[in-house]
């Protein structure tokens, strides 16, 4: 259970998809719940009633400030293993060469703990407060992920990959009847993980959506699963209220695959509809090759749509049309997509989607291009609305939650030595606010996120960081 | 003066475009002139005679290796203040909006100093042990960066900018006249600084070409040079027989700025051919729009062009053709070009260039994509190349200079637990070592590169190394 803690320093976050809010000097109390109970503009408001003797937190260094943690909306916490590793290949033989051999090895839970554990500590230390990971097939090491989040404190949502048909002999579910009834276990360990949690730090009494960690019902993509696997998680993600995670028009070649494997279905997001895999709590990873119509679609259906550039980029797939996706007023964010993805950073994640809107704009016109503050919106209050958790984190508003990270930056002192544990960030001091952010943004990394709260509770600091 | 030096472990170095060379296990003696003397691909020799009492060095960790120095072969050091500050402009507008107000500031030397002290220790952590720096239109200025460069011990092309047109009133040179004496006073300084490091770690005997910082002749571009200056450079450079920089073809409307300026010349290349600054100690940055008459009079001259992807794709300038100008046989390095590109950082550029190279591959096809092995050799032994140093540096070759930064890499451990001072190469222990190294390239940084050499001299190390 998190201390009643007021947080007093510079605080941003982002107010509008284009405009972020920034406070130079403020305070945020937080309570034992985790909840923002006040928010304090001016620095010279004394506490409210109650407050006066709690725990303050002050960044100490001279270009600090707390912002919200980042939201990955779409990573594959077992491919991490495999990160930069990809050649030239692209979707199809990456997925033969590199993923599915490393992803099979996670029948073995010691490999599985040895990976996991990197991966979560890794994601908490790049300032990921909330992931939506792809495990693998199997239960035990999906379980596993699951405990490893709930016990390191990182808000996530963990789905067993479905995968009965088009994949290799020696990593595949049996059947459709297996897939859902493993995924199905999956859900329930999670449930319990999540009520064992209960009334500590986990649940909150409002059912699974309160639960810290959830579980997530995960096929593959349309060609590795059947129809009866498909439509059996679709109703398996009915019948317990949670969100669906699956890969959609990621590449030519598997497009024109689902096209040859559906030729009665209009088109790739027609197949998920009619699985009933489309819905509101449905997010779509890469969305690259999308016709007008099935924007609509997805638009009608209120699916969200998790942009990876990274890997969109490494693995040659194309470049999704964010701005046309905004326009549309779909909700979009970012996944790191490790290890079509080299970085679990997020904020890495967020310059490659500045740089891929360049592309687009190169064909397009300037309309196409991302700003930094865009591209923190995505990875922040964006993530959150694509996996509904926009009125609990992502920003800093009165009774959300304080999913949070303190930014510090290094100085550049009047000699210009380098001073090695500033990380890479050179602050003059005469920058303007917003010219500090973009700095933090284009040349940051996870030596200036400094500490990380997850709820209210510390989940990750640096060493030799005061609190 | 280094002594006698053994380096002992794991070498890797670009044999060819497409292949690494990599020694597990090895030794390369290096003399007090910094040369290395020899090389032994075995663990068992015995060092050769004369060498049995020399100071060994040899990496901790688990993964680690020898690489050749990077090369960047083109920054902007006054715009080192700007990095990661772009907004949404495009050249022309980046100019006047963030450059030019900051590079006028360099009339002060105690500014030029903070900030160029700072960019030869940054760069020099990031393994970069030569770089083709601009300064900025100020004799002093200029001249003290490369006082630091050779101070600090960092191989160094210094330029002082000439722009005598087309150039804000408050940041421009006089005259023509001026421009090409203000050059002549720079390249006259640094050829002294070059001669009182002679004997001593700088030159070694063999005229200019020896000196470790060298002056460069550095128009900044056609449109905001005059003829009578690029004439008179053009001669100043051939009587100093010093190498030229500039930049061409990186921006569309630039492109026709300079053939609106010039309408009597084929084409921008021509332009430069014309004033007679085209040769084969010229490097020409970006050189994106190029026509293939302009690439037919660049490979005839045996002229260099610099890639800057970073920079190209932020200013959404466009996408440079690489595999294009590696086939018609021009040689090509690569820069970061901050602040058009954010990263001072080297190892950054090769993945940015391995990205840019994949959106060129979405348009034209397969064969354009760069392997991280060229993005490795475009780094080292192109950027030799193009800098006339390939029988210098770039490899180790006996004979050749000890220009080289000791990698480590991160372990995980059985359990999985983040070690903060690994940096974010994740290293499981079982990969070949190809892999190992292109988890470098795509997830490694400055923490990774723990001591820096130049010339046998050690020029940068991490706290906590023992060398």
Not at 58 to 76: E, L, Q, S, V
Not at 273 to 287: I, S
Not at 300 to 317: A, F, G, V, Y
Not at 388 to 407: K, P, S, Y
């Amino acid at each position: 259970m998190p201390e009643k803690t007021i947080y007093t320093g510079a605080f941003v976050h982002c107010k509008t998809l284009k405009e972020l809010e920034i406070c130079a000097s403020g305070s945020m109390g937080v309570d034992e719940a985790g909840k923002i109970a006040f928010i304090s503009t001016s620095p010279s408001t004394p506490p409210p009633p109650g407050w006066t003797t709690a725990k303050t937190i002050r960044p100490r260094g001279r270009h600090a400030f707390f912002f919200p943690g980042f939201i990955d909306t779409h990573t594959h916490a077992p491919q991490f293993p495999n990160a930069g590793l990809f050649g030239s290949t692209t979707l199809l033989s990456w997925l033969s060469t590199y993923t599915f051999p490393t992803e099979s090895r996670f029948a073995s839970l010691a490999f599985a703990r040895r990976v996991y554990a990197r991966v979560v500590a890794r994601l908490l230390s790049h300032g990921t407060t909330c992931a939506a990971y792809y495990a693998t097939v199997h239960v035990p090491a999906t379980n596993l992920l699951a405990e490893l989040c709930h016990e390191r404190g990182q808000r996530a949502f963990v789905g067993r990959v479905c995968m009965d048909r088009m994949s290799p002999d020696y990593y595949r579910d049996e059947s459709a009847v297996q897939a859902v009834e493993d995924s199905r276990a999956s859900l329930e360990f999670i449930r319990e993980l999540g009520r064992r949690g209960q009334g500590e730090r986990q649940g909150d009494g409002q059912g699974l959506e309160g639960h810290l960690v959830q579980g997530i019902v995960t096929p593959r993509f349309a060609p590795s699963c059947s129809e009866e696997a498909m439509r059996g998680l679709g109703e398996l993600a009915r019948e317990w209220g949670v969100r669906v995670q699956t890969h959609v028009s990621e590449n030519r070649d598997e497009v024109g695959m689902v096209r040859g494997m559906w030729p009665d279905r209009r088109d790739y997001v027609d197949v998920y509809d009619e699985m009933g895999l489309l819905g509101d709590r449905t997010v779509l990873a890469h969305a690259i090759w999308l016709s007008e119509e099935e924007r609509r679609v997805i638009k009608e259906r209120r699916t969200k749509i998790s942009h990876c550039p990274c890997s969109n980029t490494c693995l040659t797939s194309g470049t999704a049309k964010v701005r046309t996706l905004l326009d549309d007023g779909i909700d979009v964010g970012l996944g790191t997509d490790v290890s079509g993805g080299y970085s679990g950073s997020m904020l890495e994640e967020v310059r490659q989607a500045i740089l891929v809107s360049r592309h687009v704009a190169m064909e397009e016109g300037d309309k196409a291009k991302l700003s930094f503050e865009e591209g923190l919106w995505l990875a922040t209050r964006g993530g959150a609305k694509v996996l509904g958790l926009e009125d609990r984190v992502g920003g800093f508003e009165v009774g959300m939650e304080w999913d949070a990270q303190m930014i510090d930056l290094g100085s550049v002192s009047e000699d210009g030595a380098l001073e090695e544990d500033d990380g890479l960030v050179d602050v003059y001091g005469e920058e303007k606010w917003n010219d500090v952010v973009a700095k933090w943004v284009y040349t940051g990394d996870d030596r200036n996120t400094q500490a990380v709260w997850v709820k209210g509770r510390l989940v990750h600091s640096r060493t030799g960081v005061q609190l």
